[in-house]
T-cell receptor
Framework: GAVVSQHPSRVICKSGTSVKIECRSLDFQATTMFWYRQFPKQSLMLMATSNEGSKATYEQGVEKDKFLINHASLTLSTLTVTSAHPEDSSFYIC???????????FGQGTRLTVV | GESVGLHLPTLSVQEGDNSIINCAYSNSASDYFIWYKQESGKGPQFIIDIRSNMDKRQGQRVTVLLNKTVKHLSLQIAATQPGDSAVYFCAENTGFSGGYNKLIFGAGTRLAVHP
């Protein structure tokens, strides 16, 4: 099956710094990528959807200037958490889909801890 | 700090029994549904999907039932095994057939299988 690789799997950063998370589709072209955030014992909350070459569409309540998403190529999307604070500590997960394919493939997630 | 949020409901079953996990979805316009399994610290893993023009679909040991009238989805796991222990999420796709296409997750259910 299709593979989506997310990096890093864990990251600890200091409050006020920025962190970049990468999401790569290894064996298919990801025309659409989704970014989710998951707090402990909760569901995945969609943050934004990005189509290759276009600006990301953010869900209501998600600050686009704080969570910068770049989808510059068909195999790579990045999420940058700017000026991170402890409340941004969470599990961030990306998923990727090819065109009108039904299935979205998920990365293994990134555990972000802001201290 | 720790987020305060909903705790996932838990379904406890004996090994070998059948499990039924339920999900209520929100959007009557959703046209594609997926069940995912998530193990601790990992991204969601695809189990089975169903389109809105169907009411039942079977896979290996799993069956998904869709009731559009009451916007209800269920996942049946036959002969539940310890390896099935995980959190299960239903997800609804809105706009698959055209328009804005995104995948929204339900609240999730923790399945605990006891030997």
């Amino acid at each position: 099956g299709a593979v989506v690789s997310q990096h890093p799997s864990r990251v600890i950063c200091k409050s006020g710094t920025s962190v970049k998370i990468e999401c790569r589709s290894l064996d298919f072209q990801a025309t659409t990528m989704f970014w989710y955030r998951q707090f402990p014992k909760q569901s995945l909350m969609l943050m934004a959807t990005s189509n290759e070459g276009s600006k990301a569409t953010y869900e209501q309540g998600v600050e686009k200037d704080k969570f910068l998403i770049n989808h510059a190529s068909l195999t790579l999307s990045t999420l940058t958490v700017t000026s991170a604070h402890p409340e941004d500590s969470s599990f961030y997960i990306c998923s990727a889909r090819y065109r009108d394919a039904t299935e979205a493939f998920f990365g293994q997630g990134t555990r972000l801890t802001v201290v | 700090g720790e987020s305060v949020g909903l705790h996932l409901p838990t379904l406890s079953v004996q090994e070998g029994d059948n499990s039924i996990i339920n999900c209520a979805y929100s959007n009557s316009a959703s046209d594609y549904f997926i069940w995912y399994k998530q193990e601790s610290g990992k991204g969601p893993q695809f189990i089975i999907d169903i389109r809105s023009n169907m009411d039942k679909r079977q896979g290996q040991r799993v069956t998904v039932l869709l009731n559009k009238t009451v916007k209800h989805l269920s996942l049946q796991i036959a002969a539940t095994q310890p390896g099935d222990s995980a959190v299960y999420f239903c997800a609804e796709n809105t706009g698959f057939s055209g328009g804005y296409n995104k995948l929204i997750f339900g609240a999730g259910t923790r399945l605990a299988v006891h030997p």
